[in-house]
């Protein structure tokens, strides 16, 4: 089995800014985790939502991409998101899973969810993305 280290690129710099790593990859599914920081809260102080998306978006775009080779990326972009906010975290680290659906030769559908290390469930969204050439 492919490490998943061996097949990421370096980290683009809104990932370096976010934060987040990408700890799994595999076919049809991603799993990516942030370590929480005062950086990523809104104004009462738990994270924002936008936080959310970007972890949804990134992981289920991840999940529809991998082709198992660095030399052959694949690479998507998303054509709509939906995310439901459902709960605050409990614990300090937010781990967003991605799983690809379904889909053609253009696009996919993926669907995603944000827990933490406790195991509540904060996020959950939907995603369509077409691949890119």
């Known amino acids: 089995m492919t490490d998943t280290k061996d097949l990421l690129e370096d980290p683009y710099e809104y990932q370096k800014l976010i934060g987040f790593e990408i700890v799994e990859w595999a076919q049809d599914f991603a799993k990516l985790h942030l370590p929480m920081a005062a950086k990523h809260g809104n104004r009462y102080g738990i994270p ?3 936080v959310h998306a970007t972890l949804l978006d990134t992981c289920m775009g991840f999940a529809g ?3 198992g080779d660095r ?6 972009m998303t054509l709509s998101l939906t995310v439901q906010y459902l709960s ?8 967003a899973s991605g799983t690809k659906t379904g889909g053609g030769r253009k696009t996919f559908f993926a669907e ?13 969204g939907t995603g369509t993305f077409r691949y890119r050439s």
């Open 88 to 95: 605050r975290p409990r614990g300090k680290i937010l781990i």
């Open 71 to 76: 030399d052959t990326p694949q690479l998507a």
């Open 48 to 50: 924002h939502g936008g």
């Open 112 to 124: 995603g969810q944000i827990t933490d290390e406790t195991g509540e469930l904060i996020a959950k």
């Open 65 to 67: 991409c991998y082709t």
